[in-house]
């Protein structure tokens, strides 16, 4: 299903499409959140940085500097472009017989009916290079039930605790590469892709029983489709 979110510049509530719940409406919304909880940057957006009550000096500079953000709207808007203006990594290898083996396996356990190959974007006048494009995320930016074995029983507007939002796969086979460690999942509890496949249960259940099932070969051509995205 869809999450619906607060847009507090479109002062209204919208479609939500980023972060583990599609509780963000927007690339700036998502890095507005960022700056504030993982850096304690304030914006005009957070004017206020994550005083719990103990900290009364938190809290004390808080209120003297809630008029001054430590990042301003011009700089906001320039980090919110860079991230627009940021490419995908190509998929390689995708005419090896091995990957488009694991392509069509993909396909038929039933993987593609969340992570959509293909998708249309639509008119996005702040940068218009990204309107009305064919686009290969590999999600449906739609909320799922994954079981309650992923489940953190944490509502978030319309996503209730055992659901997570599809997330897009295309750039997957990098990962280890810049990041020099591989960790799937919401909590990083995946080490590898098939660890990640093997924790799918809910909605997901049927195509993890169904790699489950796959002869070593088909697994092995499925992993390999995964790591040419």
Known sequence: KMNRVFDPKANK??????????????????????????????????????????????????????RHPEISDADLEAMTLYHYALAIPAPRNTSAPKVMQGKKLFEVAGCASCHLPDLQTGTFDPFPALSNRTIHPYTDLLLHDMGEELADHRPDYLADGRQWRTPPLWGIGLVTAVNGTLHLMHDGRARTFLE?????????????????QMNAADREALLLFLEAL
């Open 13 to 66: 509530v919208v479609l939500g499409r980023f972060g583990w719940k599609s509780n963000q409406p927007s690339t700036r919304q998502q890095l507005v959140g960022a700056l504030a909880g993982d850096m304690g940057i304030t914006s005009t957006v957070k004017p206020r940085p994550n005083c719990p009550p103990a900290q009364k000096a938190c809290a004390a500079w808080s209120r003297h500097n809630e």
């Open 196 to 212: 990640a496949i093997l924790w799918h249960g809910g909605e997901g259940e049927y195509s993890r029983n169904a790699v489950r």
